[in-house]
């Protein structure tokens, strides 16, 4: 990670700490209803970065077999969306845009890697980018998306 941005992140996060207790684990118990719908399994996370896998069901297939655009752009959502919770900034943040790349079909049952990226951390705008590659590394899906602060505070409690 360029130097500048992680020079943008608190050193007593204690919501980065929490999450980084959850790794090996699947994040189904999240307070976010669409994230225990997805149930991925974290394996990293850091200081502008996470990686979560998941597992291709039925339910995320449209008609072909095939993971559905929507529910590609809905896991790097979420993916992204924790990323810059786990900034441990003040305020809450919403997705402005979310510009998705659809490049190759993942296939029913097949396990995916999301990974996300903070590119630029911003007072008020955070700029990142996220792929789903598959077990060869073939890009199912890119992004890059811009979330902006809101006037919602976050409870000192870290919960997810």
């Not at 995320?60 to 896991?75: D, E, K, Q, R, W």
């Amino acid at each position: 990670m360029v130097e500048s941005v992680k020079a943008q992140f608190p050193r007593d996060n204690i919501r980065l700490v929490f999450l980084k207790s959850l790794i090996g684990k699947h994040l189904g118990e999240s307070i976010s209803p669409v994230g225990n719908w997805l149930n991925g399994k974290l394996l990293d996370i850091r200081e502008g970065s996470m990686r979560v896998q998941f597992i291709v069901r039925k339910d995320m297939c449209n008609p072909m077999g095939v993971l559905h655009g929507g529910i590609a752009a809905t896991i790097l959502d979420d993916v992204l969306g924790t990323i810059v919770y786990a900034l441990g900034r003040d305020f809450a943040y919403t997705s402005v845009n979310l510009n998705c790349d659809f490049l190759n079909p993942a296939q029913l049952g097949e396990v995916i890697v999301a990974e996300g990226t903070v590119i630029r951390a911003g007072k008020n705008v955070i700029h990142v980018e996220g792929k789903i590659i598959d077990n060869t590394g073939r890009i199912i899906a890119k992004c890059a998306s811009n979330l902006i602060q809101t006037s919602l505070k976050i409870p000192a409690d870290p919960k997810f």
